[in-house]
């Protein structure tokens, strides 16, 4: 059974416990279910992380970019939280191990202040998805399925 990451950056351990107004009132050990429910009704095995830390995700880009290659692994699902408009050393992995990425933000970043307006990440990704709550997760891995079939 092929593979899907899904991983989540800085701070979004804290979802559910405050922000419900910008994030919603789900946890991510909910986020978490609803991705592997998902990805049981799509046949594919869903394997979820997250950390705080920018290093961390990068190395975890990497070994999805060999398991891709590998034919293991059908691509990544990510949501960089703040490094999203920091970060162009997670551009930079997503590109250099050649991940087929999809870019996902719970709340739409284009609403919001303007410094979340620009994403690192965007030029990388295969696509994006943005602004539908928490339900964004299954629908990226409908679209990761959709797009390796
Ligand atoms: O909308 C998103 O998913 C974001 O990626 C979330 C990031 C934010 O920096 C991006 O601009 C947009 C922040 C994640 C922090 O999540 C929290 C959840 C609950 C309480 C506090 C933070």
């Given at each position: 059974?092929?593979?899907i990451?899904?991983?989540?950056?800085?701070?979004?351990n804290?979802l559910?416990?405050r922000?419900?107004?910008?994030?919603?009132?789900?946890?991510?050990?909910?986020?978490?279910?609803?991705?592997?429910?998902?990805g049981h009704k799509l046949?594919v095995?869903v394997e979820?992380?997250?950390?705080?830390?920018?290093?961390?995700?990068?190395?975890?880009?990497?070994e999805?970019?060999?398991e891709?290659a590998a034919?293991?692994?059908i691509?990544?699902?990510?949501?960089?939280?703040?490094?999203?408009h920091?970060s162009?050393?997670?551009h930079?992995?997503?590109?250099?191990?050649?991940?087929?990425?999809i870019?996902?933000?719970?709340s739409?970043?284009?609403a919001?202040?303007?410094?979340?307006?620009?994403s690192?990440?965007s030029?990388?990704?295969?696509?994006?998805?943005?602004?539908l709550?928490?339900?964004?997760?299954p629908?990226?891995?409908?679209?990761?399925?959709?797009?390796s079939?």
């Open positions: 059974m092929k593979k990451l899904v991983l989540n950056g800085p701070n979004l804290l559910g416990t922000e419900p107004a910008q994030y919603g009132h789900e946890t991510l050990a909910d986020v978490e279910r609803m991705c592997k429910e998902a046949g095995a979820c992380r997250q950390s705080n830390h920018e290093g961390q995700l990068i190395d975890w880009i990497h999805a970019g060999q891709i034919g293991k692994m691509g990544v699902v990510m949501n960089p939280g703040a490094y999203t920091t162009i050393a997670l930079d992995a997503v590109k250099g191990a050649n991940v087929t990425l870019e996902l933000h719970i739409n970043v284009h919001r202040e303007e410094f979340r307006h620009h690192y990440i030029p990388a990704a295969r696509g994006i998805i943005v602004g709550g928490v339900k964004g997760y629908l990226a891995i409908e679209a990761l399925v959709g797009l079939g």
